[in-house]
């Protein structure tokens, strides 16, 4: 069955529920801004969040009050420093008490990848010496039965959404990924719903490079025509990474006034389409 291409708006109204775990994937690059914005535009709240690297989008739907807890392996402004509206809501409870369970990049990984295998776990070499299993009760052991080796376990990661942004879509709905990639495929075939937005919807795909990854549109929920909707961080070939947003961002997120007039300015009183404007003709960046 194919992908349904629709409206961002329309796609989370239909997809994703107070209460859900959420799952917002892309490592530096294609990571899903104007989807976020819409998820705190709707008003979504009480949602687990997943993200092996939580940067700005989820200082945004922590410090709106959306999130009651995520699962994570780094959070930060890359390159800048802490994430303030995060720090607020684990120190302060402001504006409501955060849960958190940190795992390490490889346990994430390997965790997303059992869940798009509907395996209940992930084994993995990893957490000798370290400190993590001390304080995270989902961090476990197994003995592998031919061996005899111990080796960490992970609950697997099974979404109830998760949302991606990439590059293409054909018009039935198949999305093309290309350069760095991160668990985005995982991250989609692991979720029960997904929801992707897209630089372009196009007659044919048509891979550039061995690095593409191709997702059909089966394992996709609904696809959404949203040009810009990574930025400020970057798309492959289409615009670059403003690092001036994510410095500008520190000073922003410290205070809660500031931050609550940026979210009203930027946010509520924003649509997806103004994302368009940072989207440029497609060039190759070096």
Not at 79 to 101: C, K, M, T, Y
Not at 114 to 140: E, S
Not at 243 to 250: K, M, R, S
Request: contains cysteine; negative net charge; proline residues 7%.
């Amino acid at each position: 069955m194919a992908a349904r291409i629709i409206s961002l708006a329309e796609a989370i109204a239909d997809n994703l529920r107070d209460g859900d775990t959420l799952a917002m994937e892309g490592f530096t690059h294609l990571i899903p801004y104007a989807a976020a914005h819409e998820i705190i535009r709707q008003g979504r709240k009480d949602l687990f969040l997943i993200r092996m690297t939580p940067d700005l989008i989820y200082d945004q739907l922590i410090g709106v009050g959306a999130a009651r807890g995520m699962k994570f392996s780094w959070g930060g402004n890359p390159g800048v420093g802490s994430l303030h509206r995060f720090r607020d809501a684990v120190e302060n409870q402001w504006p409501r008490p955060l849960d958190i369970e940190e795992h390490s990049h490889a346990a994430m990984a390997n965790a997303y990848e059992a869940g798009a295998a509907n395996l209940p776990f992930a084994m993995l070499r990893g957490y000798i010496g370290a400190d993590l299993p001390k304080v995270n009760p989902n961090i476990r052991s197994v003995t592998c039965p031919f061996t005899g080796e111990v080796l960490a376990a992970v609950p697997a990661i099974r979404p109830d959404v998760s949302v991606i942004h990439a590059l293409r879509a054909d018009r039935k709905g198949n999305v093309l990924l290309e350069g760095i990639v991160g668990v985005q495929k995982e991250a989609v075939l692991a979720a029960k719903r997904s929801i992707v937005t897209v630089e372009e919807i196009v007659d044919e795909l048509n891979p550039p490079s061995p690095n593409s990854v191709v997702l059909p549109g089966w394992a996709i929920s609904a696809v959404c025509h949203v040009p810009g909707g990574a930025f400020p961080s970057y798309a492959h070939g289409y615009y670059p990474r403003s690092n001036a947003f994510y410095i500008a961002w520190d000073e922003i997120a410290r205070d809660r006034d500031r931050f609550n007039d940026w979210i009203r300015d930027n946010v509520m009183n924003a649509t997806p389409e103004d994302f368009a404007k940072y989207a440029k003709t497609p060039a190759k960046i070096a």
